[in-house]
């Protein structure tokens, strides 16, 4: 850049018959065709010196295209602005712009490189299997660290664009070294968000909660649909969505129907006559798991769980391989197991009920 700065200023020596204006436009588009020239080399230069299998790197370079590009002319309008005979405020108001216009350009390519990085290495991680835990986790990890990171990338950005101007120099500085007034006021100001900012951050390495788990929030039932920086999204199971802050999920207690493998044991309660025959209903249980292709063939069990002098509680267990089939197992086992009774075991239905229907008849 040295040597490109000599270069403008032996050009600026031989305009010295042209008029300030027509000197500085000339100096100005001799730097962006430079910079046009130099960055369509290095581009072809470092595409061939790539291989096919960096993909990081390949993908890096096609999408900051415009961004480098625009990175070296605003290198090159540097010396230009120097050479070229301009007043000294002015002179100090365009190096200022410049230098604003690379630090936010550097921004913007640090997004895209963190936002290639989080795509491709989440490119061998599918949800759309039947098990999915293993995906499920790394997803999560890799959005919710990737929003901190881009909120940080953000902050950096900001805080080094703002200690270029004067006025404002302290904030930039705060932002930086979290110290001073300033950095006072915005933390106070940003409390709510620098607490989700932390929980999501121990959300990602400790996993209560990952993207598609089953979990109970506010005795309401649903599946994670999103993760975001400060918040989490539960679609539920008629299809509304919750919005919960991400401090809940660290500080509330919450059921995780899936936190550790998908497959569930499903429960379904039946009240019946105390002198019901229990062996008939675990022989008629079995038979509905088997017959159902909800079932995974694992757990199918019936088990007097109560008992009054009116009734009893009967526990019936199904295990199916995602929360969403063990649902649907436990309403066909109430059903088929409520037909049962009807069809073939009416005496088994609660006496009081009998002697109600009785009555009314």
Not at 15 to 22: G, K, V, Y
Not at 199 to 217: E, F, K, L, S, Y
Not at 319 to 344: H, I, P, Q, W, Y
């Amino acid at each position: 850049m040295t040597a490109f700065s000599t270069w403008l200023t032996e050009s600026v020596a031989l305009l010295n018959w042209a008029p300030p204006w027509l000197v500085s436009l000339a100096l100005i588009t001799l730097a962006v065709l430079v910079a046009l020239a130099a960055h369509g080399v290095v581009v072809k230069v470092v595409r061939r010196g790539l291989s096919r299998r960096d993909a990081f790197w390949q993908t890096l370079i096609a999408r900051t295209r415009r961004p480098t590009r625009l990175a070296l002319i605003v290198a090159a309008l540097g010396p230009a602005v120097s050479a070229a005979p301009l007043t000294g405020g002015q002179a100090d108001a365009a190096r200022h712009l410049l230098l604003v216009l690379f630090i936010l350009l550097l921004g913007m390519m640090a997004m895209t490189a963190l936002d290639i990085a989080a795509a491709l290495y989440l490119r061998g991680f599918k949800v759309d299997v039947e098990d999915n835990l293993l995906a499920r986790k790394h997803i999560t990890q890799v959005r919710i660290l990737r929003r901190a990171v881009a909120i940080l990338l953000g902050l950096v950005t900001v805080a080094l664009a703002l200690m270029t101007v004067p006025g404002v120099r302290q904030w930039g500085v705060s932002l930086l070294a979290a110290g001073g007034a300033a950095s006072v006021i915005v933390g106070l100001a940003l409390q709510p968000l620098l607490t989700n900012l932390i929980a999501g951050i121990q959300i990602a390495v400790t996993q209560p909660i990952r993207i598609d788990d089953a979990v109970i929030v506010e005795k309401e039932w649903g599946n994670v649909e999103e993760i975001s920086a400060t918040y989490v999204v539960v679609r539920l199971w008629d299809w509304r969505r919750m919005v919960v802050p991400l401090s809940y999920f660290i500080q509330t207690p919450f059921q995780n129907w899936t936190r550790e493998s998908a497959a569930l044991i499903g429960t379904a309660m039946l009240y019946v006559d105390p002198a019901a025959p229990v062996d008939r209903l675990r022989a008629r249980l079995e038979e509905i798991a088997k017959a159902s292709p909800l079932w995974d063939g694992k757990v199918v069990n019936l088990a007097v769980t109560d008992l009054t002098a009116e009734v009893m509680e009967v526990r019936c267990l199904v295990s199916a391989r995602n929360a969403g089939r063990t649902f649907d197992l436990r309403c066909e086992v109430r059903e088929k197991m409520m037909a049962f009774l009807r069809d073939e075991l009416p005496e088994a239905f609660p006496r009081r009920r009998l002697a109600l229907a009785s009555g009314q008849a």
